[in-house]
């Protein structure tokens, strides 16, 4: 059974930081091209880091700069780090796993806010 576990969500004030984690089992992690997406009340879900199996990573304009995804094989774990934050980073943060099958964690809640 495929598992995504995220952690490390919050409330943070503008301009702080937080690392977002994401825990895999049950598939070949090294294979898989690795996610963080967002999604805020009213919006769609949007990617906000991307890290391939070989280790490239994307990011949109909106968090470039700010944002960095990184991966560690070794312990099938996925991060996000997140600085300079803003209230508009404000959503439901979710892994997510893509190879031939996409997977999604259950999200965690990431609040920006004074």
């Known amino acids: 059974q495929v598992q995504l576990v995220e952690s490390g969500g919050g409330l943070v004030q503008p301009g702080g930081s937080l690392r977002l984690s994401c825990a895999a089992s049950g598939i070949i992690f090294s294979i898989y091209h690795m996610g963080w997406y967002r999604q805020a009340p009213g919006n769609q879900r949007e990617l906000v880091a991307l890290?391939?199996?070989?280790?490239?990573?994307n990011y949109p304009p909106s968090v470039k700069g700010r944002f960095t995804i990184s991966r560690d094989n070794a312990k099938n774990t996925v991060y996000l780090q997140m600085n300079s934050l803003k209230p508009e980073d404000t959503a439901v943060y979710y892994c997510n796993a893509a190879h031939n099958t996409p997977y999604w964690g259950q999200g965690t809640q990431v609040t920006v806010s004074s």
């Open positions: 890290i391939t199996s070989g280790g490239t990573t």
